[in-house]
């Protein structure tokens, strides 16, 4: 089993950026792939990033492509979102996933342990 934490969300101005971060605890983080969800008030949760256990493999959803990237660094157990440009549209609750079997980035269905969220307000 892993814990995830998220940190890092907070109130930022339209074209800003911030740096989430998830801290795992648990089984071995490496043997995870991790992803980034994010539910918006009154909207389904959807997916954002994802990466392999490796980092070889990276998945982003179109609406952030080229202003977000997902990193990873094993060796602090930890899995990062860097998010550029940000867009009023990006408010919401950011989530990170852990899943041990991998597949289909985009599906909730996938992942096995989810963190708390963070949230994140963008003004315009």
């Known amino acids: 089993q892993v814990q995830l934490v998220e940190s890092g969300g907070g109130l930022v101005q339209a074209g800003g950026s911030l740096r989430l971060a998830c801290a795992a605890s648990?089984?071995?983080?490496?043997?995870?792939?991790m992803g980034w969800f994010r539910q918006a008030p009154g909207k389904e949760r959807e997916f954002v990033a994802g990466m392999s256990r490796n980092g070889v493999v990276i998945q982003y959803a179109d609406s952030v492509k080229g202003r977000f990237t997902i990193s990873r660094d094993n060796a602090k157990n930890t899995v990062y979102l860097q998010m550029n440009s940000l867009k009023p549209e990006d408010t919401a609750v950011y989530y990170c996933a852990a899943s041990l079997m991998g597949g289909n980035y985009y599906s909730e269905e996938t992942y096995d342990y989810w963190g708390q969220g963070t949230q994140v307000t963008v003004s315009s």
């Open positions: 648990g089984r071995a983080f490496s043997a995870y792939t």
